[in-house]
Antibody
Framework: QITLKESGPTLVKPTQTLTLTCTFS??????????VGWIRQPPGKALEWLALIYWDDDKRYTPSLKNRLTITKDTSKNQVVLTMTNMDPVDTATYYC??????????????WGQGTLVTVSS | QSALTQPPSASGSPGQSVTISCTGTSSDVGGYNSVSWYQQHPGKAPKLMIYEVRQRPSGVPDRFSGSKSGNTASLTVSGLQAEDEADYYCSSYAGSKKWGVVFGGGTKLTVL
């Protein structure tokens, strides 16, 4: 079965760079059409899509954060890494990674990790 | 402010039906059959309940159904059960110029 798990620091200081790793199993990111995305959720607030990387290394970012985000993959390790620069307290949130299944016009995530809470504070 | 508008709360008694709306624009909800719905219990990850407006993933009860009319999508939960109490988020494709998905602000469903 498909599982995903996020890992990274729980606390970062303002202006620092956040690096989160999504380690997954049950699928391969070298399979045509497959993707892994990142979504975040500030405490008590709504979900926000951040980025997505496809099997062919094509990448997409939410326009408002595009300049701060980088998504990469290591297919051999079954990992996807998200970096976010210049962290601010408003970036405090639970960060989720999720699986995008293969197919045309698939704009949803069918499997999600448990999420990791990142707090930005000095 | 979220891209898609949902009512902050909804409620119903066990056995009743409740419908949650999700309003967008012709650039997202109205322009594509790519609306999905997620259920989120406190402290848990979102769970996909509906995709492509009305499709249910395997394992999701048929009490959950989706529909769309114009720029508004809807999630209906029939035969409400206590375990349906959760937050529900809609999501939609937002067009090729700004690839990605946009989410609604979420609706807290309370089973009375």
């Amino acid at each position: 079965q498909i599982t995903l798990k996020e890992s990274g620091p729980t606390l970062v200081k303002p202006t620092q760079t956040l690096t989160l790793t999504c380690t997954f199993s049950g699928f391969s990111l070298s399979t045509s059409g497959v993707g892994v995305g990142w979504i975040r959720q500030p405490p008590g607030k709504a979900l926000e899509w951040l980025a997505l990387i496809y099997w062919d290394d094509d990448k997409r970012y939410t326009p408002s954060l595009k300049n701060r985000l980088t998504i990469t993959k290591d297919t051999s390790k079954n990992q996807v890494v998200l970096t976010m620069t210049n962290m601010d307290p408003v970036d405090t949130a639970t960060y989720y990674c999720a699986h995008r299944k293969s197919g045309v016009s698939v704009y949803y995530f069918d499997f999600w990790g448990q999420g990791t809470l990142v707090t930005v504070s000095s | 402010q979220s891209a898609l508008t949902q009512p902050p709360s909804a409620s119903g008694s066990p056995g009743q039906s409740v419908t949650i709306s999700c309003t967008g624009t012709s650039s997202d909800v109205g322009g594509y059959n790519s609306v999905s719905w997620y259920q989120q219990h406190p402290g848990k990850a979102p769970k996909l309940m509906i995709y492509e407006v009305r499709q249910r993933p395997s394992g999701v009860p048929d009490r959950f159904s989706g529909s769309k009319s114009g720029n508004t999508a809807s999630l209906t939960v029939s035969g409400l059960q206590a375990e349906d109490e959760a937050d529900y988020y809609c999501s939609s494709y937002a067009g090729s110029k700004k690839w990605g998905v946009v989410f609604g602000g979420g609706t807290k469903l309370t089973v009375l």
